[in-house]
């Protein structure tokens, strides 16, 4: 659900920014149509899953020390 998150907080951020670019029926249907949020989550998801494994060859690497 974190990537739920992080998008929420795009629309937030970008909003804010430039309202009367971002908060825009086109650039909704534009995101829609695109899928460009499947794959920022798709992005999310993968980086997720590398900092797991980076901490756990920290931890590995602590633990044989």
């Known amino acids: 659900f974190s990537g739920l998150y992080v998008w929420a907080l795009f629309i937030v951020v970008f ?5 009367d670019l971002f ?3 086109d ?3 534009s995101i ?3 899928q460009s949020v499947t794959a920022m ?3 999310v998801v993968s980086w997720s899953g ?3 494994t980076v901490r756990e060859r920290q931890q590995a690497a602590g633990e044989g020390a």
């Open 15 to 19: 909003g804010l920014a430039v309202p």
């Open 23 to 25: 908060l825009t029926t």
């Open 27 to 29: 650039t909704f249907r």
């Open 32 to 34: 829609a149509v695109t």
């Open 41 to 43: 989550l798709d992005g």
């Open 50 to 52: 590398a900092l797991k």
